[in-house]
T-cell receptor
Framework: GDSVTQMEGPVTLSEEAFLTINCTYTATGYPSLFWYVQYPGEGLQLLLKATKADDKGSNKGFEATYRKETTSFHLEKGSVQVSDSAVYFCALEYQAGTALIFGKGTTLSVSS | NAGVTQTPKFRVLKTGQSMTLLCAQDMNHEYMYWYRQDPGMGLRLIHY???????AKGEVPDGYNVSRLKKQNFLLGLESAAPSQTSVYFC???????????????FGSGTQLSVL
């Protein structure tokens, strides 16, 4: 069945370091892909999305490119801040696009 | 604008007890969802609804029932709670239109449920 696999965390970085969080997926067809972020004590929020192959989603300095050939949607940011510390979830469309399923999440901790 | 509101925020049950979690959204969203979040397992879809009066099973539906009698409310029921259902439960909604793909989910702040 459809699934999302994320790199294991936690990821610990110093402020201004480069961030990559890997995400690969298994799905029928070409579903839309998403990154969500969860700050402590809160629900998830949409960070960015891409709806077709080679699309690049971007928001708040984060980027991810939909790679059909490698079935990947890796999240990147050139210079992380302490305020980026959170749990990041990769997600894809499920059940003909009526729902989303999520990866296990990757915890990012950024220190100053 | 309250968005997605979940009640209660915390609950402790004994094994075998029943309870209902309530989710309410004020955004006139068509689609609603229940997820559970567990350490090391991420977020898993329990049940969802694409409109009033309709529900569907997600990834982990066993042991749960749902109802969507009103468009703004989505109820999650546990008929006989088990320790394996200890989790954080999140409700979400989306401006989905039947026949079109979901674009963005709006999440509630979660319910922490412990089953002893």
């Amino acid at each position: 069945g459809d699934s999302v696999t994320q790199m294991e965390g936690p990821v610990t970085l110093s402020e201004e370091a480069f961030l990559t969080i890997n995400c690969t997926y298994t799905a029928t067809g070409y579903p839309s892909l998403f990154w969500y972020v969860q700050y402590p004590g809160e629900g998830l929020q949409l960070l960015l999305k891409a709806t077709k192959a080679d699309d690049k989603g971007s928001n708040k300095g984060f980027e991810a490119t939909y790679r059909k050939e490698t079935t990947s949607f890796h999240l990147e940011k050139g210079s992380v801040q302490v305020s980026d510390s959170a749990v990041y979830f990769c997600a894809l469309e499920y059940q003909a696009g009526t729902a989303l399923i999520f990866g296990k999440g990757t915890t990012l901790s950024v220190s100053s | 604008n309250a968005g997605v509101t979940q009640t209660p925020k915390f609950r402790v049950l004994k094994t075998g007890q029943s309870m209902t979690l309530l989710c309410a959204q004020d955004m006139n969203h068509e689609y609603m969802y229940w997820y559970r979040q567990d350490p090391g397992m991420g977020l898993r879809l329990i049940h969802y609804s694409v409109g009033e009066g309709t529900t569907a099973k997600g990834e982990v539906p066993d042991g749960y029932n749902v109802s969507r009698l009103k468009k703004q409310n989505f109820l999650l029921g546990l008929e006989s709670a088990a320790p394996s259902q200890t989790s954080v439960y999140f409700c979400a909604s989306s401006y989905g239109v039947r026949g079109r793909n979901v674009e963005k989910l709006f999440f509630g702040s979660g319910t922490q449920l412990s089953v002893l």
